[in-house]
């Protein structure tokens, strides 16, 4: 059996891996890797290799990224920016006027003569710039740092940089950083190519110190034909136009504007009387930072504080083109505005404005564009007929072989005539201007005007609509009119004929804006229709009863109704209608019932539980959380088999449950089938592996969620201010928002002071900053401060010294100070070095954390900008801004003895009178040798001695001090800089008030001297102290060792009888005898010598011999080295096999 089931065992498939079919089903299993990336075909090449490199990569990856990360600002820049301001900055002689030049040829193919003044150019389809070049002034470099966005800071490369340059640096850090960029020129005149190499790496390197690491640094190689060369300027210009400025704290909470344009409008009858009048002047610029208002007090720098007069806005002179695609601006939208230096033929001069009038020949060359226009200006001005009697005149074609229609044929239309006599219930409500219509009018409004209603319309749209529409408060009282007046408007004439509609047009444009503006009752409730049911009935009734007593006043049974009694009528039924606040449409007559249940549909949708939109379904988002639920439903209700009885249970299909849930409640149309259910189920999920997978990458990333939730904070907000007022009224929006960044507006100032017109150079920029509230007024500022490091000099108390804080350029005193351990601000006479210490000055209130810089003199004296060096003093900011100051300073009252009572004390020359020790009674006192002390009482005799107790008995040679605190008060002067006042040739040499030094050293006076003051040598006698006295009977007790000894102590004065010594006279024998010992000693110390002398001969023989036997010894041991070493080597060599 096993060998026939062996047998029948079939040959199994061998599967072919060759050939025609296996290629075949190979392409088939095949995957298209065509659209796949290289780490998708092959990802164990994208594999981590190394924990350690994929580490660093990762940390360097998220370090690039953090340094690249800033605070997200919102941003608050308009649609319609304002020109860009770029300054030149330099010293003289650099080439400020020639960079400007050639910027404005290369942007807008235009050569410009003069460059003084602000020029506004548009350089590409959403941006522009404003030109300006700053005079080598420090009041004209502070100002341009306040206002300027880019800043090309121009530097003479054969020179190097200068102290002007450092200067404007330090005053740009102090006043908002703005984006800088250096610009060397003059390199032509460097003719060694490695000396133009180091001076150009030197420079970058310095640059880069004073900016930042990395500040961009352009060269300028030289100048042909008075130009720079074309491709560098060009490169200059395309960074200007791709540059991105962040906002500057102090530009983000205040207005400001760079004027640009200055008429004088004073009347001239005025000045002619007298010159130095008060001039009336009018300031053109266009508002940078934020809106500003119309009663916002400013200043003016160099000017001082001044009240806006008048402000305006008018159109801009200087426009962005339009918003049409187009790759490159057209030769007529590369626009340039720039009044003070002349371009376009006008140019401002003091009190005239000169225009170029091109010759007395001009008009022939005119183009005849200009000359239609001129021709039709023309006509309308010499025009002797009225519009009315014109327009009789008048005819015009329909078709261009047509014959011309005139008035008359369009007044005896027959189809036209028809039209006229219909009743104005039939019309669309037709205006109707006849005189006496007219003058019922006028008496109905006049009266309209008493009335109040809650409808929120305005009183002059309110009587326009009275005229024409029914409305509650109209009540029909105008029906009769209508009817009246048929006759009188069949006859009218067809000069009256244009006014027709013009309540209707006022009407329909009414409606249109309550549209376009954001109602908030209209947003939350809808629209409204006016009146109900019973108030239509009534209206209705009114009607017909109306018409009855027409009909029957014609029949003549009743009298005609007054213009009084209807005017009563009228303001009864006004008296009688429902208060109401909703949103009324005047054309819709009716107001839906809202206890209705269809009615109340559209009220619940307005509600948050409602349905809003088709994605805004509260009841579906709600559904949405028990997506699980209806999952689980699924499986559980879902086609099941029964295991026991084999019965099979399948589920009703979709269709038979949308069957069933129509029939039974029409409420579940609205619920969201279960397909829609998980649509929108996908779509989240696909929402959520967007956020948090990578597909497309599969590496690791940073968390960046905060950041990126801060950007998203940041642009919502800044959508959000853009689209507050963007759908209102531009004369609204204006009254609401202020004048918003952007605008060109026109500011009229009254009293300004005539030199300002007289003195007026465009050199100097004319900046006006607005004022907040509360920087409006003047009191006691606490500024952090330092001497600046390359300031010569320190700085000393109550010296003059001028601040640029804010907007502001003053002249004040200011106290210094130093914070000690108990919160007290002790004075300091002279600034520390190197620390920074307070400063107390009285000025203008100004926000904390304001920087400011102080400066001792802003005059361009070559001299003594010679001696003086550097020129900015010290910089700081604002503290804190108080009222009052709490500066003491310190201060000693110094007194003697007048008499001693063991540790009691009569004190004497410390006070005046008894009062003054009265208030210091309490108070610690302290002796030069230290023995502390305090105030007791004061004495009637001597005025001004007190009684004092002291913690051991003083001597009536001490001095006694009273260390006490005294109040320093700020003094109150404040000086504005007003060099914009001064004449042009001493503009830039403004001097305030002067140091005592400053006077002395002018009118060669020599300082008084205070003989106090005078060093002198002090000799002082040594004082003698009695010895120490012992009593006998502490001498009793002490030990034998510190007990006296033989010198007896006498305190008295007599003279102690001390023992004298005794002479001691010897015998011949004893002299004998002493000479012979004396003898003996000398020799044998002789002796001694000598044996001495001959050990030591003999141990430097010995030691020598010693010396000599140890180096034969080294030598025989060497050799004998040697021999062994030989030995051994022979015996290895015999050792070795021979090959």
Request: aromatic share 8%; with cysteine; proline share 4%.
């Amino acid at each position: 059996m096993a060998d026939e089931s062996a047998f029948d065992k079939k040959k199994g498939h061998r599967v072919k891996h060759a050939g025609r079919k296996a290629e075949k089903k190979k392409k088939k299993k095949q995957v298209d890797q065509s659209n796949l990336s290289a780490r998708q075909r092959n990802p164990k090449a994208f594999a981590i290799q190394s924990a350690v490199r994929a580490e660093r990569q990762f940390r360097r990856r998220e370090d690039v990224i953090a340094k690249k990360q800033r605070i997200p600002q919102v941003d608050k820049t308009p649609l319609e920016p304002p020109p860009i301001i770029v300054a030149i900055v330099g010293p003289p002689r650099v080439g400020k006027t020639t960079l400007i030049n050639n910027l404005i040829k290369s942007f807008i193919k235009t050569n410009v003569t003069s460059t003084s003044g602000p020029i506004t150019i548009v350089t590409s389809k959403k941006r522009r710039l404003t030109l300006i070049e700053c005079n080598n002034d420090i009041n004209s470099m502070i100002d341009i740092a306040k206002c300027a966005d880019l800043v090309l800071l121009l530097c003479d490369a054969s020179f190097g940089f200068e102290m002007e340059i450092f200067e404007f640096l330090n005053i740009c850090q102090v006043h908002g950083m703005p984006k800088i960029m250096g610009v060397l020129t003059h390199l032509d005149m460097i003719k060694n190519a490695k000396t133009l190499k180091t001076t150009k790496k030197t420079l970058k390197h310095r640059f880069w110190t004073e900016v930042y690491s990395g500040a961009k640094l352009f060269y300028l190689s030289g100048i042909i034909h008075g130009e720079y060369l074309r491709n560098e300027i060009k490169n200059l210009a395309r960074f200007i136009s791709v540059m991105k400025f962040r906002p500057l704290s102090w530009r983000t909470t205040h207005a400001f504007v760079l004027a640009d344009r200055l008429e004088d409008i004073t009347n001239q009858e005025l000045i002619r009387r007298e010159a130095t009048v008060s001039r009336d002047v009018v300031l053109y610029g266009y508002v940078r930072g934020v809106p500003l208002l119309k009663d916002t007090m400013v200043h003016i720098a160099g000017v001082g504080d001044m009240t806006i007069s008048e402000l305006s806005y008018l159109p801009d002179p200087c426009p962005l083109p339009s918003s049409e695609k187009k790759r490159h601006l057209l030769e007529r939208e590369r626009q340039i505005y720039a009044p003070f230096s002349g371009v376009g033929g006008i140019v401002y001069d003091k009190d005239a404005v000169y225009i170029e009038l091109k010759g007395s020949h001009s008009h022939k060359k005119e183009e005849e564009e200009m000359n239609e226009k001129k021709v039709l200006l023309k006509n309308v001005v010499e025009t002797t007929e009225t519009v009315d009697n014109q327009m009789k005149q008048s005819g015009f074609k329909l078709f261009s072989g047509g014959a011309v229609i005139y008035p008359d044929m369009v007044k005896n239309d027959e189809y036209l005539q028809s039209t006229k006599d219909k009743p104005l219930f039939t019309q669309n409500f037709e205006c109707l201007d006849n005189s006496e219509n007219s003058g019922s009018e006028s008496e109905n409004s006049n009266n309209d005007e008493s009335e109040s209603d809650d409808s929120g319309i305005d009183q002059s749209e309110k009587e326009l609509f009275n005229k024409n529409l029914k409305v509650p408060w109209n009540n029909g009282s105008d029906i009769d009119d209508i009817g009246e007046d048929e006759e009188s408007n069949s006859q009218e004439d067809f000069s009256n004929k244009w006014k027709e509609k013009m309540t209707d047009k006022a009407t329909e444009a009414y409606l249109e804006r309550q549209k376009t503006s954001n109602n908030l009752m209209k947003l939350v409730y809808g629209e409204f229709h006016i009146g109900n049911k019973i108030k239509m009935s009534e209206y209705k009734n009114e009607e017909i009863m109306e018409d009855n007593n027409n009909e029957e006043e014609i029949g003549g049974l009743f009298k005609k109704v007054t213009d009084s009694q209807k005017r009563k009528q009228k303001e009864k039924n006004q008296l009688n209608l429902d208060e109401c606040s909703f949103f009324y449409a005047h054309n819709k007559p009716t107001i839906k019932n809202w206890t209705v249940d269809e009615n109340k549909q559209f009220l619940i949708s307005c509600f948050v539980t409602g349905k809003r939109h088709v994605d805004e379904d509260a009841s579906e988002l709600l559904k949405l959380d028990d997506i699980s639920d209806v999952d689980s439903d699924e499986e559980v209700y879902g086609d099941f088999e029964d295991l026991e009885t084999g019965e099979k249970h399948v589920a009703e299909s979709k269709d038979n449950i949308q069957m069933t849930s129509n029939d039974s409640n029409t409420k579940s149309n609205a619920e969201p089938t279960k397909s829609e259910i998980l649509a929108k189920k996908m779509k989240l999920k696909a929402k959520f592996d967007s956020e948090y997978d990578n597909p497309d990458e599969h590496r690791i990333t940073g968390d960046h969620s905060y950041y990126e939730s801060l950007k998203a904070e940041a642009l919502k907000q800044s959508e959000l201010n853009k689209s507050v007022f963007e759908n209102l009224d531009n004369g609204l929006r204006i009254e609401v928002e202020g004048f918003r960044p952007g605008l060109y507006v026109r500011m009229l100032f009254k009293s300004i002071p005539a030199e300002f017109v007289h003195n007026f150079d465009p050199s100097y920029p004319i900046l006006i900053g607005a004022l907040n509230m509360s920087e409006q007024n003047i009191g006691f500022v606490s500024c952090k401060v330092k001497k600046h490091r390359w300031y010569k000099k320190i700085l000393k108390t109550n010296d003059p010294l001028i601040i640029s804080l804010g907007w502001r350029r003053f002249q004040t005193l200011p106290i210094f100070s130093k914070i000690e351990d108990d919160l007290k601000c002790r004075y300091l006479k002279y600034t520390p070095e190197h620390v920074t210490c307070n400063m107390h000055f009285y000025g203008p209130i100004t926000p904390q954390n304001t920087g400011f810089l102080a400066l001792q003199t802003v005059t361009n004296n070559l001299n003594e900008m010679k001696t003086i060096g550097f020129r900015i003093a010290a910089t700081g900011s604002v503290n804190e801004i108080n009222k009052s100051t709490q500066i003491v300073k310190k201060l000693k009252l110094v007194g003697t003895p007048l008499k001693i009572y063991k540790k009691t004390a009569f004190i004497k020359d410390m006070f005046n009178s008894s009062l003054e020790v009265a208030k210091f009674e309490g108070a610690r006192i302290k002796t030069v040798s230290g023995i502390r002390g305090q105030i007791k009482k004061a004495l009637s005799k001597p005025e001004g001695a007190f009684r004092a107790t002291f913690e051991d008995k003083i001597l009536m040679s001490d001095i006694v001090f009273c260390r006490t605190w005294f109040k320093v008060d700020v003094t109150k002067f404040y000086a504005p800089v007003v060099n914009l006042l001064l004449e042009k040739e001493i503009k830039n040499a403004w001097q305030g008030m002067k140091t005592k030094g400053q006077l002395k050293r002018e009118h060669n006076m020599k300082s008084e001297v205070n003989k106090d003051s005078l060093y002198r040598e002090i000799k002082r006698e040594q004082k003698i102290l009695k010895p120490l006295a012992i009593p006998k009977e502490l001498q009793k007790n002490l030990p034998y060792k510190y007990k006296p000894k033989k010198n007896r102590i006498d305190l008295s004065d007599k003279p102690v009888n001390k023992p004298k010594r005794i002479a001691v006279v010897r015998s011949a024998h004893e002299q004998e005898v002493s000479k012979m010992m004396a003898m003996l000693k000398t020799n044998f110390e002789k002796k001694k010598e000598i044996q001495k002398k001959v050990t030591k001969d003999r141990q430097q023989v010995y030691k020598k011999q010693q010396e000599a036997e140890e180096w034969r010894r080294l030598k025989r041991q060497k050799e004998l080295k040697k021999k062994i070493c030989r030995h051994l080597s022979k015996m290895k060599n015999k050792n070795k096999p021979q090959l």
